[in-house]
């Protein structure tokens, strides 16, 4: 299993920066992509950001959050930080660490997604 565990949330007004960090533990897999999702109430989680470390799809974002919010993530140490600035209201969620890992005896194997238990993140006007 993986234990996924975020810190860095909390309250900045519009204009404001934050920086979140997840850390994960627990049995060792190989990790395919590290990142992160957010989510309010009565809507769906949503992707944010992600790093992937095997295959070609390198760093992604959500267009909402395109150059204002920096990933980075550590495959061996385990760990990703979203540096989020420039926030504004419409970033307030709870947002939540994310890893996909291989699993299963090789060659049969799949990716198993891990979630944090998410950090909340207030912007207020």
């Known amino acids: 299993q993986v234990q996924l565990v975020e810190s860095g949330g909390g309250s900045v007004q519009t204009g404001g920066s934050l920086r979140l960090s997840c850390a994960a533990s627990g049995r060792r897999y190989t990790y395919h992509s590290m990142g992160w999702y957010r989510q309010t109430p009565g809507r769906q989680r949503e992707f944010v950001a992600a790093v992937t470390f095997i295959g070609g799809d390198g760093i992604k974002y959500a267009d909402s959050v395109k150059g204002r919010f920096t990933i980075t993530a550590d495959r061996l140490k385990r760990t990703t930080d979203l540096q989020m600035d420039n926030l504004t209201p419409e970033d307030t969620a709870v947002y939540y660490c994310?890893?996909?890992?291989?699993?299963?005896?090789?060659?049969?194997?799949?990716?198993?997604?891990?979630w944090g238990q998410g950090t909340q993140v207030t912007v207020s006007s």
């Open positions: 994310h890893a996909e890992v291989y699993v299963g005896p090789p060659p049969n194997l799949s990716r198993e997604a891990n």
